[in-house]
C-alpha cells in the first residue's frame, strides 16, 4: 500500500538554525498538509498546499515558516530560524481530493521529531 | 472557535473485551466532519473511522464503531473484540466543511490492552 514518507526521523538543530524537513506524499495526491504535535500535546494544524501554493494556513504558521513542492515528489517545510518552541514532532500528510468534498482521507507520514537545543 | 475535547487521558481494556472511548466538540457549524485516528508506538497517524455529520447512521469499520449524538455533539469510538495491537494513542478530530484539511484534533486517549 502506498504510503506517506518523511526524512529525516529525527533532526537535531540549533537555535536560530534553518531546517528543511522532508515529505514525498503518495504519488497520485494532489493535496498536502504539515501538522505538529509537541511532545505532550494535540496535533496541530500547520498549512495545506494545493496547486503549488497554500489554500490554508493556521496561526501558527507565520512567517518563519515556508513551504515548497521543488519537484514533482517531494514536499518540504522549511523554518528559517528554529526556536526552542519549534521542538515537536512533525507529520506530513496528503490525501487524494478535498476531504470534505470527496470525503477524502488524510494519509499521514510517520514524523519528523524536530530537537531544538 | 471549534474546540474537541477527551475527557480520558488513558483507558485500559481486557483482551477480546468492549471499550468505549470518549469525545466531545463544539461547533456552531452544521456542515462538518469528524474522524478517529490511531498513533501506535510507530507514530503514524491511521485513519480508523470518519462520520459526516449529516448522515444520522452511526460509521462501522469491522470491529470499531461509532456513537454519534450530534444534538449532545458527542463521537465516542466503541472498539469490539479488543486485540493487542489496538493499544495505540487515540485522536479524536473535527473538520468543518469546505474546510482543506484542517483537522482540529482533541488531546488524545493512551489505549493499553491487556492479554
Known amino acids: 500500500e502506498p504510503e506517506v514518507t518523511q526524512t529525516p526521523s529525527h533532526q537535531v538543530t540549533q537555535m536560530g538554525q534553518e531546517v528543511i524537513l522532508r515529505c514525498v506524499p503518495i504519488?497520485?495526491?494532489?493535496?498536502f498538509y504539515w501538522y505538529r504535535q509537541i511532545l505532550g500535546q494535540k496535533v496541530e494544524f500547520l498549512v495545506s498546499?494545493?496547486?503549488?501554493?497554500?489554500?490554508?494556513k493556521s496561526e501558527i504558521f507565520d512567517d518563519q515558516f515556508s513551504v515548497e513542492r521543488p519537484d514533482g515528489s517531494n514536499f518540504t517545510l522549511k523554518i528559517r530560524s528554529t526556536k526552542l518552541e519549534d521542538s515537536a514532532m512533525y507529520f506530513c500528510?496528503?490525501?487524494?481530493?478535498?476531504?470534505?468534498?470527496?470525503?477524502?482521507?488524510?494519509?499521514f507520514g510517520n514524523g519528523t521529531r524536530l530537537t531544538v537545543t | 472557535a471549534q474546540t474537541v475535547t477527551q475527557s480520558q487521558p488513558e483507558m485500559s481494556v481486557q483482551e477480546a473485551e468492549t471499550v468505549t472511548l470518549s469525545c466531545t466538540y463544539d461547533?456552531?457549524?452544521?456542515?462538518?466532519?469528524l474522524f478517529w485516528y490511531k498513533q501506535p508506538p510507530s507514530r503514524q497517524m491511521i485513519l480508523v473511522i470518519r462520520?459526516?455529520?449529516?448522515?444520522?447512521q452511526n460509521a462501522t469499520e469491522n470491529r470499531f464503531s461509532v456513537n454519534f449524538q450530534k444534538a449532545a455533539k458527542s463521537f465516542s469510538l466503541k472498539i469490539s473484540d479488543s486485540q493487542l495491537g489496538d493499544a495505540a494513542m487515540y485522536f479524536c478530530?473535527?473538520?468543518?466543511?469546505?474546510?482543506?484539511?484542517?483537522?482540529?484534533f482533541g488531546k488524545g486517549t493512551k489505549l493499553s490492552v491487556k492479554p
Open positions: 478530530a473535527y473538520k468543518q466543511g469546505g474546510s482543506q484539511g484542517n483537522l482540529i
Open positions: 498546499f494545493y496547486n503549488n501554493e497554500i489554500s490554508e
Open positions: 504519488s497520485n495526491h494532489l493535496y
Open positions: 500528510a496528503s490525501s487524494e481530493a478535498v476531504v470534505s468534498l470527496y470525503n477524502s482521507p488524510l494519509h
Open positions: 461547533t456552531s457549524e452544521s456542515d462538518y466532519y
Open positions: 462520520q459526516e455529520a449529516y448522515k444520522q
